[in-house]
């Protein structure tokens, strides 16, 4: 029996709520998109005032709450809506609610200032109904996770990271690469056992039994020819000769050669060498022959003195 009491008061308190809100269609008024929604879920008010062209208006102030058991999630901007028939014009803004206490729940009035005069709307009676738990079903929340947005502070470390990364990848790049491009070290000639003038001369004097111009390869012949003076230079003046243009070769020796006649043999068999090697030339049978000769004259002008192989054999004992 109270069971059928309390659902003809339900039924009662909707009715008069459904005549209240019909009445106040054409005046200032508050509209729910539903009378009836589940806890904890989002119910949208429409908070309507019909205007003229001269009134001042102000707009009552929503706050975070409305009451205790009324939550506001979001609120819209506020419209003017002009009909398109009549001309009227009705101020309207739509405000987002929830709340988490079961039953009935009173929207209290909303409170304008029209034209000087304060005018109010209806209260609006809500219920909010639990939702029905079937106790053999999993446990679930209400509402889907909801993925927030990342931050600046959790974006941060993996940016630092990866800098750090592409940095030290640099780094090893750039050290892989200068080590294959390392300029030849300078050889001293303390590791070799044998002078490095004594070396150059029995090569040029190999390079010369093979008669490798007499067989018609002149490039091959002064190829080898110069790679044979480019080691010495590198040992004997401690240059990076090999890796030298012919002119680059002829200015660097110019400061340590100071034999003049040791200097024009160099220049004669650079000059008929890159004529050989890059202008495809062929120099005639006296010019091959003599720069073999050139060849032997460079290295018996700038081979070390007595007196530089004494000094450096007593540095070497010390």
Avoid: C
């Amino acid at each position: 029996m109270q069971y059928s009491r309390n659902k003809i008061l339900k039924i009662g308190l909707l009715v008069i709520l459904l005549v209240i809100i019909t009445t106040s269609a054409n005046s200032q008024s508050v509209k729910a998109d539903s009378i009836r929604f589940a806890i904890g879920s989002k119910l949208n008010l429409t908070l309507m005032l019909p205007i003229s062209g001269n009134e001042t208006i102000i707009w009552p102030k929503i706050n975070d709450t409305i009451t205790k058991s009324i939550e506001v999630l979001a609120k819209s901007k506020i419209d003017t809506i002009v009909d398109p028939n009549s001309g009227s014009k009705v101020m309207q803004q739509v405000i987002s609610i929830t709340s988490f206490d079961t039953g009935f729940i009173a929207v209290p009035p909303f409170n304008f200032t029209k034209g000087g005069q304060a005018v109010l709307t209806e209260p609006l009676l809500l219920e909010v109904y639990k939702i029905k738990v079937d106790p053999a079903a999993d446990i679930k929340d209400i509402k889907p996770i909801m993925n927030a947005p990342l931050t600046l502070a959790e974006i941060l470390p993996w940016l630092i990271g990866i800098m750090l990364l592409g940095a030290a990848l640099y780094g090893i790049f750039y050290f892989i690469k200068r080590r294959k491009t390392k300029p030849v070290v300078d050889k001293p000639e303390g590791k070799f056992k044998i002078p490095a003038w004594e070396i150059a001369l029995s090569k040029l004097e190999a390079l010369n039994r093979e008669q490798i111009w007499q067989k018609g390869d002149i490039k091959e012949y002064y190829t080898r020819l110069t790679d044979i003076l480019r080691e010495y230079f590198e040992v004997r003046y401690n240059v990076n000769a090999s890796e030298m243009t012919s002119t680059e070769i002829a200015e660097a020796m110019d400061h340590h050669i100071k034999h003049e006649e040791a200097m024009k043999s160099l220049r004669n068999v650079l000059y008929l060498a890159d004529l050989a090697k890059f202008a495809k030339a062929q120099p005639g049978a006296f010019e091959n022959e003599q720069s073999i000769n050139y060849g032997i004259e460079i290295i018996n002008y700038t081979k070390p003195s007595t007196s530089e192989l004494t000094t450096t054999n007593s540095s070497k004992s010390a």
